[in-house]
């Protein structure tokens, strides 16, 4: 299986961001971590290796990204403000820099979005915000709005709001989008959703599913036994749903 290390200094974050590809040819995967985690971990969980044979017969190339959580979302000594605005510059990495070198990498032009736990709310976030730059979003265990205390997962923000916080919601931009443009792209979109049914982020994955269905978006929703947020069962999902 081919296996490549790519460095380099990101003007958008300012600073070095690291990633792997794995794979020859096939839909590229653009594959966001969980919130702690590091482009590596993947490939350490055995993720990788459950997707081999797909990897190896050219039918996934995958580009396992870091996160930049741990500088925003999570990062407890910044402001609101400067939580959103960091996770804003990530968002700009990602699209001006890792989707034009995944572009350049891959012989084909799908795209999918995927990720678990925080990796799912970057990939669904990302692949709405801009549905014409993907073909799929694969979102597994992920919640999908930075603003609500779910369980244990406390608010992101801690009751900061503005039209950033707004808009990297989707559970919020969702309800109001009306655009008919933008729906048609999102209608073209192969979207899959999983979750745990005792996950804390279960009732959040149904406002979404009950969003989608209004808005006439076709999705797939699916509610796994369990808590079902770890990496034995995203080894599981990924082999479904990618």
């Not at 590229?28 to 993947?42: H, I, K, M, Q």
């Not at 605005?85 to 995944?102: A, G, K, N």
């Not at 443009?181 to 049914?197: F, K, W, Y």
Request: hydrophobic share 40%; proline share 3%; charged share 20%.
């Amino acid at each position: 299986m081919k296996r490549v290390y790519q460095k380099w200094f990101s003007k958008a974050v300012n600073r070095d961001m690291e990633l792997l590809a794995f794979g020859h040819g096939g839909a590229a995967v653009l594959f966001f971590p969980t919130r702690s985690a590091r482009f590596f971990d993947y490939e350490n969980w055995g993720m990788i290796d459950a997707l081999r044979s797909k990897i190896e017969n050219g039918q996934l190339q995958l580009f396992c990204v870091d996160s930049l959580d741990q500088e925003a979302f999570y990062d407890m000594h910044s402001s609101p403000e400067a939580k959103i605005d960091r996770h804003l510059q990530y968002e700009r990495y990602i699209l001006e820099e890792v989707i034009p070198f995944i572009n350049k990498e891959s012989k084909d032009a799908y795209l999918i979005s995927a990720g678990c736990s925080m990796g799912a709310f970057h990939a669904l976030n990302i692949a709405f915000k801009h549905p014409g730059k993907f073909n799929k979003v694969v979102a597994m265990s992920g919640r999908y709005d930075i603003t609500l205390q779910l369980g244990a997962f406390q608010d992101l923000l801690q009751g900061y709001r503005n039209i950033n916080t707004y808009f990297n919601s989707p559970t919020q931009y969702l309800s109001n989008l009306d655009d008919p443009a933008i729906l048609d792209e999102l209608r073209q979109l192969s979207i899959i959703i999983a979750i745990g049914e005792k996950d804390a982020f279960l009732d959040n994955n149904y406002q979404l599913d009950h969003i989608l269905h209004s808005k006439g978006i076709n999705h797939e929703f699916y509610v796994w036994n369990g808590e079902a947020h770890k990496p034995k069962y995203w080894k599981q999902m990924i082999n479904i749903y990618l």
